[in-house]
């Protein structure tokens, strides 16, 4: 089974930077699309960027043009890098690589990384 391994997540001031990054577990599985997602406790999961296998991408409005969702030129790794970070961006982090039946029985499971703690305070 294929695991969505994070890293990259920690505590920063307010102003600074991180970029996450998350990586298959296994080298046959290539990253086409990626989306990444956040939580705070007791709220919704939230989309807050995704790019598509077209290199497409799309942003939450409140972190658009702070923050930039790309995938490396193999297709193993895709990083979310967070500029100008806010503490209200503070959340558990959550890449996640949704199905797609078009690239065989290996791409149909909804993928999920284990979550990486970012916490933006002084």
């Known amino acids: 089974q294929v695991q969505l391994v994070e890293s990259g997540g920690g505590l920063v001031q307010p102003g600074g930077s991180l970029r996450l990054s998350c990586a298959a577990s296994e080298s046959r599985f290539s990253i086409y699309a990626m989306k990444w997602y956040r939580q705070v406790p007791g709220k919704q999961r939230e989309l807050v960027a995704g790019i598509s296998s077209n290199g497409r991408t799309n942003y939450a409005d409140s972190v658009k043009g702070r923050f930039t969702i790309s995938i490396d030129g193999h297709k193993k790794t895709a990083y979310l890098q967070m500029n100008s970070l806010k503490p209200e961006d503070t959340a558990v982090y959550y890449c996640?690589?949704?199905?797609?039946?078009?690239?065989?029985?290996?791409?149909?499971?909804?993928?999920w990384g284990q979550g990486t703690q970012v916490t933006v305070s002084s």
């Open positions: 996640n690589v949704p199905p797609n039946y078009a690239l065989g029985r290996l791409y149909e499971y909804d993928y």
